[in-house]
Every structure is written in C-alpha cells, then in structure tokens.
C-alpha cells in the first residue's frame, strides 16, 4: 500500500465526522445565521492567506523543477481565488487587503494556521505538503458528497462547498498530483518521516471539524477569556 492510501484509510473517519458536523448540515438545510456564515468567512479567507506561505515554502523547497511549476501554479490560482474573494459581498462584509491583515485570528484557526507553518521548519515537501492537501482533499470530498444531497438551493449555501470539478479533482486535478508526490517523496524517506506526515495530514483533518465547529459556535478569544477570568461555563468549547 502506497503512503498516500494509507492516509486515505485513516482519514475516512474524519471525513464523515465533517459531514456530520451541524455547519456543514446547515449548509445543506441552509440554516446558518448571517453571523455564523461572516465569522466564517472573515476566518477563511484569512486562513487561506496563511496558506499562500505554505505555498511558498511548497515552492522553495521542491525537490524538482516539475513539482515546484505546479506549487507555482497552484500559487497562482490562490492569489487569483482570494482576489476574487475579496471582491465579492464588499457591502455586506467590508473586507479589503488591509483590513484582511488586521482581522484577529480567533482560537481554532490560529491553532490551524500554526500547525501548518509549523512543518515548514521541516525544509521538508513530504512533511509540509500533507498539511496542506488535507484541507484541499477534504473540502473536495464534501463537495463530491454534497452533490449526492438534496440542498437548499439560495445563495450563500448554494455554491458553498460547491468546488469539485475543474482544476482540482480527478487524474489530472490538484489533488491527485498532490498525492503522487507524496508518494514519490515517501520512497526516500524513513519510515518515521512517513508517520510523522500522515500524522499531520489527519491533525490537518481533525482541525478542519474544529474549524467548522468554531463558526458554527462563533468562538473569539473573548470566549476564552470570558472563562478563564470571569469563570463562564467552558461546556461551549
Ligand atoms: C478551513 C479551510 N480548510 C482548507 C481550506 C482550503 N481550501 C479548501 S478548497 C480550496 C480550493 C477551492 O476553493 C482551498 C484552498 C480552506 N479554505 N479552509
């Protein structure tokens, strides 16, 4: 069995613990409150500037000159998405590079971003990449499943999760070139260096229902400090 289907076996259990989670239902049933679906997506696009570090060091690190065109490429649709992304809903969510930059970074998501730029240290493809492609493979996976549900057809919810398709799935997608080179990079590597990525790879996936669950619970760190100095009910977090 390759490295790369052996985190796949692993990581199923995660996948549907994400379909069950209620921010993920409530996409589906399209009962999120306005307040759920900003904290999301200020949190998101956010998090997905972090990754654009975690694309560069994809990039620098290389192993050949193959891999580091498509991190490139793939660095490049990311600049593309989150330019897109900051353009949309500007009334509703006035959110612009630099208000982006000043936007605090609530408790799951810094744990989040953390973790993955923590394996940049590494200098390590096979150690960064996993922390990054398991939030890539696991939004494509619920896009696939959410396309076998009956959902609510207005908008935000609409195209939410609604990405599957076009670069990033299939043979020639993201995804799969994601895991050959995981796989390509594992012939080299110990068999430790293989624990250790696939153990990121299912941290990655454990956060990504954290991640959920922070928006759907709405989590600052005012939260966190509510219950530490005031001795509010912790039963929330
Ligand atoms: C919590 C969270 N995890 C992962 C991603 C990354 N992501 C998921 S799908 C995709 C490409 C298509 O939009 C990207 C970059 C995210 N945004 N938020």
């Known amino acids: 069995m390759s490295l790369s289907q052996d985190i796949l076996f692993e990581a199923q259990p ?3 613990a994400n379909e069950k989670h209620p921010f993920v239902q409530g996409i589906i049933t399209g009962k999120l409150t306005p307040e759920q679906l900003s904290y999301y997506d200020e949190q998101d696009i ?3 500037y972090n990754e ?6 994809l990039i620098n690190y290389s192993t050949n000159t193959n891999q580091a ?3 490139h490429k793939r660095q490049d649709l990311q600049l593309h998405m989150l330019h897109d ?3 949309r809903e500007p009334e509703s969510m006035p959110h612009n590079w630099q208000t982006l930059k000043q936007t605090t970074i609530q408790p799951i998501n810094q744990m989040y971003r953390q973790h993955m730029v923590a394996t940049i240290q590494t200098h ?3 150690q960064i990449l996993p922390s990054f492609a398991a939030g890539e493979w696991m939004y494509i996976e619920l896009g696939k499943w959410m396309r076998n549900q009956t959902r609510v057809q ?5 195209d939410f999760l609604n990405i599957g398709g076009g670069d990033f799935e299939g043979p020639n997608g993201y995804i799969q070139k994601f895991f050959d080179i995981i796989d390509h990079e594992a012939e080299s590597a110990t068999k430790r260096e293989q624990e250790q990525a696939k153990q990121t790879f299912l941290k990655s996936c454990l956060l990504e ?3 959920w669950d922070a928006a759907y619970k709405q989590i600052t760190w005012n939260d966190w400090k509510d219950i530490a100095l005031n001795g509010k009910d912790n039963a929330m977090l």
Not at 52 to 57: C, K, L, R
Not at 154 to 158: L, R
Request: proline share 3%; no cysteine.
């Open 46 to 48: 956010a998090f997905e």
């Open 14 to 16: 995660y996948l549907i």
């Open 69 to 71: 065109l498509l991190f």
């Open 124 to 126: 390590s493809v096979l």
């Open 52 to 57: 654009v570090g975690v694309i560069n060091a």
């Open 85 to 87: 992304w900051l353009a």
């Open 154 to 158: 207005e908008q935000p919810f609409k």
């Open 209 to 211: 229902w954290y991640f």
